[in-house]
């Protein structure tokens, strides 16, 4: 059966916090505050320039989703494209779901001129880690460091 991918609308929204809690619990045994995640997502909803969100469907049913935001690149003179949050359900994987999701990303950038696709992935996921190595995405030579400002949780609890 194929996968559909479409743009996720807002009534995506509880699919799409209870699947990011999910995947932040899988994937490095964190729990998010549900009430931050949903406002941080609701918030590229509510400004487009953000990022979006893309849902695979499997015959009318959602089974996984991803997130797109963009990082300028003065070096390259043009937008790479983030894949962020990707989840997909227990039921789906390893059925060609995040194969359409990555798919249907590179298209879009290409027709909107991007010059490259990034994502990071949790050290320890090898199951992701060579999903994305057989789709052709090679690690980069960069170690990403982070500083949390002051107040500001991640949405941690």
Same mark, same amino acid.
């Given at each position: 059966m194929p996968v559909q991918i479409r743009p996720a609308r807002h009534t995506d929204l509880a699919d799409l916090v209870a699947w990011n809690a999910a995947m932040a619990w899988e994937t490095e045994h964190k729990r998010l505050d549900p009430d931050t995640l949903r406002r941080g997502m609701a918030a590229v909803f509510e400004q487009p320039a953000r990022g979006f969100y893309l849902v695979a469907e499997r015959d009318g049913v959602p089974?996984?989703? &991803?997130?797109?935001?963009?990082?300028?690149?003065?070096? @390259?003179?043009?937008?790479?494209?983030?894949?962020?949050?990707?989840?997909?359900?227990p039921e789906a994987r390893r059925k060609g779901?995040?194969?359409? &999701?990555?798919?249907?990303?590179?298209? @879009?950038?290409?027709?909107?001129?991007?010059?490259?696709?990034?994502?990071?992935?949790?050290?320890?996921?090898?199951?992701?880690?060579?999903?994305?190595?057989? &789709?052709?995405?090679? @690690?980069?030579?960069?170690?990403?460091?982070?500083?949390? &400002?002051?107040?500001?949780?991640?949405?941690?609890?």
């Open positions: 089974a996984g989703s &991803l997130l797109v935001t963009y990082e300028w690149s003065d070096w @390259r003179d043009g937008d790479f494209w983030w894949i962020q949050s990707v989840y997909v359900t779901v995040f194969r359409a &999701l990555h798919g249907a990303v590179a298209q @879009r950038a290409a027709e909107a001129g991007a010059v490259g696709l990034r994502l990071y992935v949790e050290t320890e996921n090898r199951h992701a880690q060579a999903t994305y190595a057989g &789709l052709g995405m090679q @690690r980069c030579h960069y170690f990403m460091y982070e500083a949390m &400002l002051a107040g500001k949780d991640a949405g941690e609890s």
